[in-house]
């Protein structure tokens, strides 16, 4: 695709339940970071894919938050027994080879009654 | 860990002034990214820098990197409104000018613009 994208847009859920979030990258692109920001804040690291290497997990707040990345492309972030505080803008972004920019998605707005 | 500093938080200017945003970091860099968030979007690649004292112009914005690579700063001339947003540095550590992992980014300075 041009960009990358990320699904759903918005997902409100009840406390307890879990979520999935969805990043298709762009085509090629070897690198996937995920990130969380709440309102008015930084960008918050959760996990970074690179090819066929270990993830580096060390971001990922609990064992609440897990992810993973089928084939080096899509990937999945998953939040088990979502809490409040997980309300938050949950960022994709691809990494080409050059290794110059990120392409961030649109993002998917988790919203925890 | 890494720190990454960034000031000021909030800048609130008048269209024309100018404004910048500095970037911190405790150690030597590989290389510092900016991006900007307009509201309600996502961050968007402004500019990457690599070299020490590198200095970099794309239009009003003016970017540079430190002689020790350790800071970074953004400058806008003469500010427009369209120049609203949150300006990140993103840093990655080391001094072997890598281009894989992970990216540490400064809490943004959010430049608001009085017409």
């Known amino acids: 695709g041009a960009g990358v994208s990320q699904s759903p847009s918005n997902k409100v859920t009840e406390k307890g339940k879990d979520v999935e979030l969805r990043c298709d990258p762009i085509s090629g692109h070897t690198a996937l970071y995920w990130y969380r920001q709440s309102l008015g804040q930084g960008l918050e690291f959760l996990i970074y894919?690179?090819?066929?290497?270990?993830?580096?997990k060390s971001g990922l707040p609990s064992d609440r938050f897990s992810a993973e990345r089928t084939g080096g492309s899509v990937s999945t972030l998953t939040i088990q027994r979502t809490q409040q505080e997980d309300s938050a803008v949950y960022l994709c972004?691809?990494?080409?080879?050059?290794?110059?920019?990120?392409?961030f998605g649109p993002g998917t707005r988790l919203t925890v009654l | 860990g890494q720190q990454v500093m960034q000031i000021p938080q909030y800048q609130h200017v008048q269209e024309g002034e100018d404004f910048t945003t500095y970037c911190n970091s405790s150690?030597?860099?590989?290389?510092i990214q900016w991006y900007k968030q307009r509201p309600g979007g996502h961050p968007v690649f402004l500019i990457q820098?690599?070299?020490?004292?590198e200095v970099k112009k794309q239009k009003r914005l003016t970017f540079q990197f430190g002689e020790a690579k350790k800071n970074s700063s953004l400058h806008i001339t003469a500010t427009q409104t369209t120049d609203v947003g949150t300006y990140f540095c993103?840093?990655?550590?080391?001094?072997?000018?890598?281009?894989?992992?992970?990216?540490?980014f400064g809490r943004g300075t959010q430049l608001t613009v009085w017409p």
């Open positions: 972004a691809s990494l080409g080879a050059s290794g110059n920019e990120q392409f």
């Open positions: 820098l690599v070299k020490s004292g």
């Open positions: 993103a840093v990655r550590p080391g001094d072997r000018g890598s281009t894989l992992g992970r990216l540490y």
């Open positions: 894919f690179q090819g066929n290497s270990a993830p580096d």
């Open positions: 150690t030597t860099l590989s290389n």
